[in-house]
């Protein structure tokens, strides 16, 4: 105990090393806790960097750590710290990088407590209000919403599935967070399957499995996420059906979240499927483009950035995976622009995303058409049509001109991109453009300025 009777020296001289030591000792707890791969993941990059009054500051690679091991570690990491300590000390996670603490800084302070007492492990941040409803979310942002006004009586359970970084987690946390809001008494509980099944481990391993069952038991929201992680473990697989058989029983409300549909987690017990797709089971995709473009600017909003729209387009044509690298993108580009005292232009953006998207847009008509739609002011459908405003008719001659210039269609065929027009029409136009190039050179230099944007891509 000679580690934690000096750490706890608050006027030490050197809180660095006691904070590095209390943190090492923390770390060989959880390491007995916690799945050798959770460890590896979230716990080994991390370091104590400070420890003043009752707060331990941890180092953390960025801010999506600290907001992961909050959210899923927090009762291991409380638990080894009270035993080694024998107090309440509050750890504080760092991210290592400047612009990403003062970021995350900023997040939690216009949300709100990072953990709501009420619903444990629920993030005030993960609301209705906050997430963005496309076509690709829709359903599950709906049932989601009704679940959460009529606990245990519409669709039980819900069971939502989707790829990584769109957005399960967050609607399952909307999910407490306005069941919560709603009804003040209700009992909620927000678990990850990794989590749970720590604690089915140690209530095995210190005999308490009956106080494990009556929490469960006891709740009138369960909130499931990343059920997938069920795969291969009988034991587990066991108790979430009983868990679920009971809570189902009393009308108390069940969601699960999965990166697949029930059928497909395999080796899953046949009843568990039948149980888990019992009620309502919808899907999350990929988000389209005008979703993602919605999401950048929210959350610049959030961040109380302005993000201009050809920054937002630039961003959101490149990364189309998922929403948690979209965020990656912003925080980064953020970070750029403060650290070099910059505005937030397409060239920030530009260096921003490098190394981060892996495969660049090959040149194709379809970005070099977005690309003078977005710098005109049109839609892309307005400018294939056939309405003829001063406006679109300029825009269509330059986007024919750009088209032929760098991917030497035929006419004809630039004639079909445009809603089959005649090849002496696109003659015109280009002609037009060249004549308008030599007679002024305001639109000479906006012309050039355009096709140097699109080679950029
Ligand atoms: P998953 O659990 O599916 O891996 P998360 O729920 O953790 O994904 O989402 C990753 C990040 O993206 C979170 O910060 C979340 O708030 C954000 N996010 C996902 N979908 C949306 C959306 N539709 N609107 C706003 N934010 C979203
Ligand atoms: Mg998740």
């Known amino acids: ?16 090393n006691d904070a590095a030591e209390l943190w090492a000792e923390v770390l060989k707890c959880l390491k007995m806790r916690v799945s050798h791969e ?53 750890v504080s996670f760092r991210p290592r990088d400047v612009a990403d603490a003062a970021n995350l800084q900023r997040r939690n302070r216009f949300l709100g407590p990072v953990v709501r007492p009420e619903g444990y492990r629920l993030q005030a941040r993960y609301t209705f209000t906050n997430f963005i409803v496309g076509e690709s979310n829709r359903l599950a942002c709906a049932a989601s919403r009704n679940v959460a006004e009529h606990l245990g009586t519409t669709y039980n359970p819900l069971f939502v599935y989707g790829g990584v970084g769109l957005g399960k987690t967050h609607l399952i946390q909307a999910i407490g967070n306005h069941a919560l809001s709603l009804h003040r008494n209700i009992k909620v509980y927000y678990v990850a399957a990794e989590t749970l099944f720590l604690e089915l481990i140690q209530a095995i391993e210190k005999n308490t499995r009956l106080e494990f069952k009556s929490k469960y038991r006891s709740l009138d929201l369960l909130l499931l996420d990343d059920i997938h992680y069920l795969v291969g473990k009988e034991r587990l697989q066991e108790e979430v059906f009983h868990i679920f058989n009971h809570l189902h029983d009393a009308s108390s409300q069940v969601v699960f979240t999965s990166d697949r549909p029930p059928k497909e987690i395999p080796t899953l017990q046949d009843r568990l ?6 009620g309502l089971v919808v899907d999350i995709q990929p988000p389209d483009i005008e979703t993602r473009i919605a999401i950048l600017k929210q959350k610049a909003a959030l961040e109380e950035r302005v993000l201009p729209q050809d920054v937002a387009y630039y961003i959101a044509v490149r990364v189309k995976s998922s929403v948690r690298e979209l965020e990656g993108c912003l925080i980064r580009l953020f970070a750029l622009a403060s650290l070099n005292s910059k505005p937030i232009t397409v060239e920030v953006a530009e260096e921003a995303l490098k190394g981060l998207v892996a495969f660049p847009e090959p040149l194709d008509q379809n970005s070099i058409i977005s690309t003078v739609a977005e710098q005109f002011g049109v839609t892309v459908i307005e400018i294939k049509g056939t309405r003829r405003t001063k406006q679109l008719a300029l825009a269509r001659q330059v986007a024919m001109y750009l088209l032929r210039k760098m991917l030497s269609p035929s006419l004809k065929e630039i004639g079909f991109c445009f809603g089959g027009k005649d090849h002496t029409t696109v003659m015109h136009a280009i002609n037009k453009v060249e004549r308008l190039k030599t007679q002024d050179v305001s639109f000479a230099a906006r012309l050039e300025k355009l096709a140097s944007r699109i080679r950029r891509g």
Do not use: C
């Open 273 to 278: 499927v039948s149980r888990l797709g019992s």
């Open 1 to 16: 105990m000679a580690v934690a009777d000096r750490r706890l020296d608050t006027n030490s001289r050197d809180t660095k």
């Open 38 to 90: 959770g460890f590896e993941t979230w716990f080994a990059p991390t370091k104590g960097s400070t420890l003043k009054k009752e707060v331990i500051e941890v180092r953390v690679p960025n801010s999506f750590f600290a907001e992961w091991i909050g959210q899923h570690y927090s009762g291991e990491i409380g638990s080894a710290l009270r035993s080694l300590t024998g107090r309440e000390l509050t």
